[in-house]
T-cell receptor
Framework: EAGVAQSPRYKIIEKRQSVAFWCNPI?????LYWYQQILGQGPKLLIQ????????DSQLPKDRFSAERLKGVDSTLKIQPAKLEDSAVYLC?????????????FGNGTRLTVT | QKEVEQNSGPLSVPEGAIASLNCTYS??????FFWYRQYSGKSPELIMF????GDKEDGRFTAQLNKASQYVSLLIRDSQPSDSATYLC????????FGSGTKLNVKP
């Protein structure tokens, strides 16, 4: 079974620039998550999708972050404009169902550095 | 505010010893409990999950859950240097809540 695919692996941008991350979940996984992980901290949920609908985006900084999952499979997370404090690893995860009993499976993440 | 607490460590144990990693959580209604291992520079990898009170064993790993005390632990028997990583506890109550992780060092 192929795992969660993410790209790019690394990205360096200047503040106020924009950046986009892509995620392809495990086949058959209806639930997709984007997490932000700052060094030394646990992952923080940004947004959760069930198929192509948003379940939870309460912690997404909507003035600069946006995410979509148009066909219920791939997802894109965008930051525009980026700030220095956005430097982090952005993790995509998927799970078989949204009942919170199914474990999350993480992709390799994208390490973002904002200078 | 639902919280998941872990000692940040580092927890140092000699090779071959038992490593005991602990996690407490604030919400009595929490449903499911997961342990993830995260090597430096890598993404979290699922180690174990447990839903019911008691112990669950998988190879060298044992997860222990005590819902009355709001406590979940992970025991690693016969610790190996390759077990050196940060271990994240995750608890669910209508969403996943992660602790900040405990760094484990296994010394040869």
């Amino acid at each position: 079974e192929a795992g969660v695919a993410q790209s790019p692996r690394y990205k360096i941008i200047e503040k106020r620039q924009s950046v986009a991350f892509w995620c392809n979940p495990i086949s058959g996984h209806a639930t997709l998550y984007w997490y932000q992980q700052i060094l030394g901290q646990g992952p923080k949920l940004l947004i959760q999708f069930q198929n192509n609908g948003v379940v939870d985006d309460s912690q997404l900084p909507k003035d600069r972050f946006s995410a979509e999952r148009l066909k219920g499979v791939d997802s894109t997370l965008k930051i525009q404009p980026a700030k220095l404090e956005d430097s982090a690893v952005y993790l995509c995860a998927s799970s078989l169902s949204a009942d919170y009993n199914s474990p999350l499976h993480f992709g390799n993440g994208t390490r973002l550095t904002v200078t | 505010q639902k919280e998941v607490e872990q000692n940040s460590g580092p927890l140092s144990v000699p090779e071959g010893a038992i490593a005991s990693l602990n996690c407490t959580y604030s919400d009595q209604g929490s449903q499911s409990f997961f342990w993830y291992r995260q090597y430096s520079g890598k993404s979290p990898e699922l180690i174990m999950f447990i839903y019911s009170n008691g112990d669950k064993e998988d190879g060298r790993f044992t997860a222990q859950l005590n819902k009355a005390s709001q406590y979940v632990s992970l025991l690693i028997r016969d610790s190996q240097p390759s077990d050196s990583a940060t271990y994240l506890c995750a608890v669910t109550f209508n969403k996943f809540y992660f602790g900040s992780g405990t760094k484990l060092n296994v010394k040869p």
